[in-house]
Antibody
């Protein structure tokens, strides 16, 4: 069955960087568009970024101001979110999500990894 | 990329029907038939309930239905059950390969 497992979260100081990973299994990873979504404590979902099946096309939420970079390694069934210049408002649970092959919606989600930005 | 507007909370008694609205603009909700709805229980990942405005994925209860009129999409839950108590989020394609979620609605079963 489809599984998405995030890792790399933790406590990081303001201004520092962190890389999140998402391990995918149970489907042909190279055929699917993948996304990152986050949720600040007690807040709603926020779409962050998307990467095409081959990694050649990447799009981001304007709010990220160029601080985050999405990437993927199809040979390892992994994709990533590099986060730079982290601030307190980046504190959130970060979810990776798989896009459906037939439409513009998220059909599977990981359980999320918590990133806490604090000194 | 402003968040779509949802009511903060909606409540109903078991067996009743409730409707959650999701208001966007002509650049997102009103321009594409690509609104999806997600249910999220506390501490859990979101779960797809409705896609492409009004399509129900396999395995989702027929009590859940979606619709749209202009810039506002809606999720209706019929025959409300205790297990439906959760947060619900709409999401729309917003053009240029970007997406936007709604502000979220907490559904309470009285």
């Amino acid at each position: 069955q489809v599984q998405l497992v995030e890792s790399g979260g933790g406590v990081v100081q303001p201004g520092r960087s962190l890389r999140l990973s998402c391990a995918a299994s149970g489907f042909v990873f190279t055929n699917y568009v993948m996304h990152w979504v986050r949720q600040a404590p007690g807040k709603g979902l926020e779409w962050l970024a998307v990467i095409s099946y081959d990694g050649n096309n990447k799009y981001y939420a304007d709010s990220l101001k160029g601080r985050f970079t999405i990437s993927r390694d199809n040979s390892k069934n992994m994709f990533y979110l590099q986060m730079n210049s982290l601030g307190a408002d980046d504190t959130a649970v970060y979810f990776c999500a798989k896009f459906s092959s037939s439409g513009y919606y998220f059909d599977y989600w990981g359980q999320g990894t918590l990133v806490t930005v604090s000194s | 990329q402003s968040a779509l507007t949802q009511p903060a909370s909606v409540s109903g008694s078991p067996g009743q029907s409730i409707t959650i609205s999701c208001t966007g603009t002509s650049s997102d909700v009103g321009n594409y038939n690509l609104v999806s709805w997600y249910q999220q229980h506390p501490g859990k990942a979101p779960k797809l309930m409705i896609c492409e405005d009004n399509k129900r994925p396999s395995g989702v209860s027929t009590r859940f239905s979606g619709s749209k009129s202009g810039n506002t999409a809606s999720l209706t839950i019929s025959g409300l059950q205790a297990e439906d108590e959760a947060d619900y989020y709409c999401c729309s394609y917003a053009g240029s390969s970007t997406y936007v979620f709604g502000t979220g609605t907490k559904v309470t079963v009285l």
